[in-house]
């Protein structure tokens, strides 16, 4: 039997079978329909992406104003810079060339001073290099004859290619001159192919150092005139927090275990991992750090590679909370009994050594010793003897003595297997102790290489303001 009803799409046709089931026969849509109803559902859904990537740039750079401005900074660096076609002076002086100082602009600029000095200073001292050599080769080709001059020529970019390029896989050489390299590559290699077509080569020469010394200086003014981002100052912030991070992971993992709390937020329980991961972020910063000038409280001469040495000693605490992490999470679970015996030293133990590292950050942030530091440091040691004493008392829980008024019987005893993974906590907490007096003394040897820096810097300076007071008496 069939039944029909009017639809605002049309009329839908539905066939009532003998056992009771119906079945609904739609009738086939139009092409064009079909072609517009997916037109229609792709331009909604790229509508919507283009939406949600909206409001991630924005998130990002609410978040973080310095990528904005960077992003401004760059286009008023360009925009300078395009100047130099316009201006008629100075596209006489560079030529066609004029387009490598834009280049140079957007290769060299970097969100930070110290990136951005790195590579400036090395894009002109490789280019002024490298000219000056193949301005060399061409004129020892010159004289060898037309005949031997491309062999010259070719087996002179052979040669220093590869030594440029060998320099670059050794480790001094590749911190600091590994940009520098590439582009004495580039350079000479450039200039030396166009000597051998171009007469004009002390021109070409001229006008590539000249538009890179533009570039590069209008990109030195502009990150440090407009709102310059230091990265010695980044580097240093970076220590800080990743402290702080470390602290708040100890102290949480300790608590959240023996107290049974899940309150806690994981973002702080985790933080250790940020220490973990910024191995290559503190390496990149402190190099380019020492290309920097004095900035704030930073001298030229910094102790920067101290940074190094407490991020190394950070990240041997944060593998052992990593363990630490990894223990509180085994299925394989501590008895109660057990938990409770060592709860009370463990804490003390955690709480110690996660103040001792707040302090250790303040005092990096002040630059200066703590006062305190030798005092929680003798908190913690104490904390440390009493969980000793806790875990040799647990020989009694595992054999407690018989006696013939006081008989235990079997099930009385605490199982091994329940025991270890407390013990292996305790252990791991004891060993991040050790890891943190070793931090400390990182710490300590900063501060007094930044102490001895800045009295070096000072008594360089007095003479010059010596000499000024005696030239205006």
């Known amino acids: 039997m069939a039944s029909g009803k009017e639809l605002c799409e049309g009329v839908e046709w539905r066939i009532r079978v003998v056992d009771g089931s119906s079945e609904v026969l ?24 283009v939406r949600m990537f909206l409001k991630q740039a924005w998130d990002m750079g609410a978040n973080d104003p310095r990528k904005v401005i960077h992003c401004i900074k760059v286009g008023l660096a360009l925009t ?69 001059e ?20 050794i480790p001094s050489v590749k911190s600091m001159f590994d940009y ?9 290699s450039i200039v030396a192919i166009s000597g051998y077509r171009v007469d004009k080569l002390f021109d070409l020469a001229h006008q590539r150092i000249s538009t890179i010394i533009i570039g590069t200086s209008l990109c030195i003014l502009v990150i440090m005139l407009v709102c310059p981002i230091w990265s010695g100052q980044e580097l240093h912030s970076l220590t800080v927090r990743n402290m702080d991070k470390l602290s708040d992971s100890l102290d949480g993992c300790v608590r959240q275990y023996f107290t049974n709390s899940n309150g806690e937020d994981d973002q702080k329980l985790q933080g250790y991992k940020c220490v973990l991961s910024s191995k290559a972020s503190e390496e990149s910063m402190a190099n380019f750090a020492r290309w920097e000038p004095s900035h704030g409280r930073f001298n030229f001469r910094h102790p920067w590679k101290q940074y190094l040495k407490i991020g ?34 463990c804490l003390k133990v955690s709480s110690s050594s996660s103040s001792a590292i707040k302090e250790l ?3 990096v942030k002040k630059m200066n010793k703590s006062p305190t530091i030798d005092l929680l440091v003798e908190e913690m040691n104490s904390a440390l003897e009493e ?8 020989s009694h829980l595992l054999n407690p003595p018989t006696t013939a008024e006081n008989q235990i019987s079997a099930t009385g005893l605490v199982p091994f297997m329940e025991i270890i993974p407390v013990v292996t906590l305790a252990s791991i907490l004891i060993e991040i102790s050790v890891r943190i007096e070793a931090l400390v003394g990182s710490v300590e040897e900063l501060v007094k290489e930044s102490e001895m820096k ?11 303001g010596t000499m000024k007071a005696l030239q205006r008496v």
């Open 26 to 49: 739609v009738p086939p849509t139009g092409l064009a329909r079909k072609v517009w109803l997916r037109t229609k559902g792709l331009i909604s859904g790229l509508g919507m992406k």
């Open 80 to 148: 300078i810079v395009s100047l130099v076609y316009f201006m008629r002076p100075l596209y006489d002086g560079v030529g066609g060339n004029a387009m490598w100082a834009i280049m140079t602009v957007v290769v060299v600029f970097e969100p930070t001073v110290g990136a951005t000095l790195y590579k400036c200073l090395n894009r002109v001292c490789a280019t002024c290099l490298a000219g000056f050599l193949a301005v060399g080769v061409h004129w020892i080709a010159s004289q060898s004859g037309d005949r031997f």
């Open 150 to 169: 491309p062999f010259v020529v070719g087996a002179s970019i052979f040669i220093l290619a590869s030594i440029a390029t060998f320099s670059r896989f």
């Open 180 to 188: 520098g390299a590439m582009i004495f590559i580039l350079t000479f």
């Open 312 to 345: 190394a000693s950070m990240r041997s605490c944060a593998y052992c909370i990593e363990a630490l992490n990894s223990c509180i999470n085994s299925e394989n679970q501590a008895a109660e009994s057990i938990k409770k015996h060592l709860s009370t030293s």
């Open 361 to 363: 950050a303040e005092s």
């Open 387 to 394: 969980l000793h004493n806790d875990l040799k008392s647990l």
């Open 454 to 464: 800045d009295k070096i810097v000072a008594k360089e300076e007095k003479p010059e």
